[in-house]
């Protein structure tokens, strides 16, 4: 992880003001990562990923939400901290703001809780 690298590092996500949204935010800090990109949501529960290792080695993935907090992040992504973040992303010799490689995704989901 960069933050073992002595790299400045910043957890961007959301999770539920539960159980599992304290014990991740714990880890992220115990981990040197920073927590300014953390945001809580009492409405929705911490999303659950379930890895599941199959017979044949590969894994299956399964997730717990209804929704989830991290699919209703959307609208902080606008926040003034989080442009300031994207601005301050190194880019790569002649790359510009406009390159799309460098862009924030869009995701395939509307943020259904406002």
């Given amino acids: 992880m960069l933050s073992r690298l002595h790299r400045k590092t910043v957890f961007i996500g959301k999770v539920g003001n539960d159980g599992f949204g304290q014990m991740l935010a714990r880890t992220v800090v115990e981990q040197g990562i920073s927590d300014l ?3 809580y949501d009492d409405k929705v529960h911490t999303t659950l990923a379930l890895v599941l290792k ?61």
Avoid: K
Avoid at 84 to 107: C, H, I, L, M, Y
């Fill in 37 to 39: 990109g953390l945001r």
């Fill in 54 to 114: 199959l017979e044949n080695g590969d894994r299956d993935f399964a997730f717990y939400r209804n929704p989830g907090a991290d699919v209703v992040i959307i609208p902080e992504l606008s926040e003034p901290s989080f442009r300031t973040f994207e601005a301050s992303v190194p880019r790569r010799q002649g790359q510009s703001d406009s390159d799309s490689s460098f862009r924030w995704p869009r995701p395939p989901f509307r943020n259904t809780t406002a």
